[in-house]
């Protein structure tokens, strides 16, 4: 049970609760299912696709950060007008025939490597492979920082992100990752300082960044408040 002083209450929560009749609703890469909880009026729904980790490598004596730069459909999804509407057509009507061009600043995203965990890997090793793929920068787990382990939308999702920092002080990446046969990604290399500047002017458009950033501005005022 929680810790801390109860201020308020809504409903009671229990101290066990009962999970039944789970069905999977949708097979694929976006697995659906759904299942009852006692005391709930309503089928819970549950987003199950596996877990991913989210490495930033970080060059603590240049000061260097390395980002990722990556096209996400999903985010044009938002930003950008067309695709907006025609988002909103697709709901309300089910399809939206043609074709729309999107520009690139509505559809790439700077954040950091990141993959899915595999069936039966570890997230360090999922960390380390990540890394090689997406940056080059081949490194081994004892050059792995832990953040975080956290749900990222645990209400509709089982999804867990596993953060690192990756230290690759002193090491250099190969010219070209290699990927995962079906990305494309530039890696880009940014000052501390300027990646701290992503929070406040726009350029940060994930949750998973906005993090790493801020544990970065952390890790880097403990660095500079340890022994000399």
């Not at 009671?12 to 789970?22: F, K, N, Q, W």
């Not at 701290?196 to 880097?220: F, P, Q, V, Y």
Request: negative net charge.
């Amino acid at each position: 049970m929680a810790n801390g002083k109860l201020v308020s209450r809504v409903g009671s929560l229990a101290e066990a609760y009962l999970i039944g009749d789970m069905r999977l609703d949708r097979a694929g890469y976006l697995r659906i299912v759904s299942f009852t909880v006692e005391g709930s009026r309503f089928r819970n729904e549950c987003m199950d696709r596996g877990s991913a980790v989210i490495v930033m490598p970080v060059d603590w004596d240049l000061g260097i950060v390395y980002l990722i730069v990556q096209p996400r459909p999903n985010k044009a999804l938002v930003r950008d007008p067309q695709a907006a509407a025609a988002l909103a057509l697709t709901v309300t009507e089910g399809r939206c025939p043609g074709e729309i061009s999107v520009p690139a600043s509505a559809m790439h995203v700077i954040d950091c490597p990141a993959g899915m965990i595999d069936r039966g890997e570890t997230p360090a090793a999922a960390a380390v492979r990540e890394v090689l793929e997406e940056t080059g920068f081949a490194i081994d787990e004892a050059r792995l920082l832990p953040v975080s382990d956290h749900f990222t939308s645990v209400g509709g999702s089982s999804e867990r992100h596993v953060c690192f920092i990756a230290d690759v002080t002193g090491l250099k990446p190969a010219a070209r990752a290699d990927g995962d046969g079906d990305e494309r990604i530039e890696t880009r290399a940014f000052a501390f300082a300027e990646a701290s500047d992503m929070l406040k002017d726009g350029r940060c458009d994930t949750g998973s960044l906005a993090l790493m950033l801020r544990e970065l501005k952390i890790r880097e005022y403990e660095r500079f408040l340890g022994p000399k």
